[in-house]
């Protein structure tokens, strides 16, 4: 069966052992996941059931040094080994040669060639862009394969009916800037990137919370927002149409290890519901997302994608 997809990148989770260092190891801290994951989310996580896929995947692509943002995020978005690429893993933004692999690969590019419908669901500012002409601020990976797709982004008027999303989740921060009116629920969040995923064939939102709280090291923050997380998460598996499937993935570890406030070496979890989990199982790092996604697409006329590498 063909889907359409909801892709959700988490950005620094992994999969880790169990103890003080690790909020995950407690089920209190996800609790609305874990009744669906029926296991903890830990190293060595392993689930399978019809339209449901829960497994661990490499995220240090073979090249030594601990992984980083840029390549990993490049790396999901292209099917590409881009720390392979670029001979070490890169953090945070996209320029650079980096472009090359997300201008001729990206999976928002693809997707359209192949007949069908992308969307960037984050809510973008116009002082993000005015920044990156100043030179202040340089563009990040999903902003690279957005653009590169000549697709627009969306801003507080999308926001405020619904169809946008900020990478917080609730919208705090995005409130807090000016930039959006009143924070939502996560749970409003869940349904409003579930319509968004419903009307597309890939609808992507990334979330930064769990990176950050894994580099400040605090515990009590980390549970804040993993909780958090799992509302919206839930709310989204709850609100899935038939023929659109979740995918939560991550590009390094962090949040799974407060002993550190660097990124780990763990595997990060790949997280699949609806109809074409299965065609996930073979995946087995970052490289596998993207031509698994492009293989398995509803494209408007209902016909099969074919993958294109
Ligand atoms: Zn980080």
Known sequence: MTSRF????????????AGPQNPLSDPATMPHCQALWAHPLLAEVQVQRPRFLLKPIDATLGVPGLPQS??????LYT??????????HQTGFANGSLRQLIEAHGLFKRVLAQGGTATLANLYSPAYFEAIAQRRWRYSVCTLLNMTAGLPFRMQYEYERGTAIFWD????IASSRGIATAPITPELAGSYLATLGNHHSITLFECYLSDYAGHARAYDQAVAVL???????ATVVASLGPQTSLIVVSDHGNVENLATK????????????GPAAHAFTTVEDLTGITPTILANLLTPDGVKGIAQK
Do not use: M, Y
Not at 6 to 17: A, N, V
Not at 169 to 172: C, D, K, V
Not at 227 to 233: E, T, V
Not at 262 to 273: D, E, M, Y
């Open 79 to 88: 099917g590409h080994n881009a720390a392979r690429f670029r001979g070490k």
């Open 6 to 17: 909801i892709l959700i990148f988490l950005d620094g989770l992994g999969l880790g052992s």
């Open 262 to 273: 660097c990124h780990t070496l763990n595997a990060v979890p790949l997280w699949v519901v």
């Open 227 to 233: 909780q958090r997380i799992d509302r919206f998460l």
């Open 169 to 172: 989740i609730t919208g705090e």
């Open 70 to 75: 840029a390549t990993g995020q490049t790396t």
